[in-house]
């Protein structure tokens, strides 16, 4: 009885394996449209972690579905280009999303311009970087004046704005 189900699955399975051919017409069109494939951005050159991602630097690749797998990688051009390497990135390979950052407007220890303003009065003063930060991240930073420690939200001119 077992035996007489095995042939039957086997002579089942031969069955659906040759109707799935013809309907794709060949075995690499059958693994192409099962899986399919997805152009995805790579680096032509190796990026060391700090250094800026250019345009010119990344092409568009021919990956397979079971190559991408679940990896949480970068998918498109405009995600990748101006962003800041965290890690290595080789030529060829995908780039994962915990490899790269905004660029850092604000550096650790360096002087910032810090701006108040509200209801038409403007406040501009010097402080040092407590914290390095990209635009619309809230970093600490400590008046050269006063000596207090503020809070600001770093700007896109690379500015801190205090007093929200």
Not at 24 to 39: D, I, K, T
Not at 139 to 147: I, K, M, P, T, W
Request: with cysteine.
């Amino acid at each position: 009885m077992i035996r007489a189900c095995r042939q039957a699955g086997a002579v089942l399975g031969i069955m659906l394996a040759a109707t799935l051919l013809t309907l794709a017409g060949s075995p690499a069109a059958l693994a192409q449209n099962a899986g399919g494939s997805r152009a995805m951005p790579v680096p032509t050159i190796t990026i060391y972690p700090g250094e800026t991602i250019k345009e010119g630097v990344i092409e568009m690749r021919e990956f397979s579905a079971h190559a991408l797998g679940r990896a949480p990688v970068v998918a498109d051009l405009p995600a990748l280009t101006g962003k800041v390497a965290r890690r290595t990135l080789l030529p060829g390979q995908l780039v994962p999303r915990n490899a790269i950052e905004e660029p850092r407007l604000v550096e650790r220890g360096r002087s910032v311009q810090v701006v108040f303003a509200e209801a038409g009065m403007t406040i501009i003063g010097i402080a040092s970087a407590l914290e390095a930060g990209s635009v619309g991240e809230r970093v600490r930073a400590r008046n050269l004046d006063s000596g207090v420690t503020i809070m600001g939200t770093v700007q896109p001119d690379g500015t801190l704005r205090v007093g929200e």
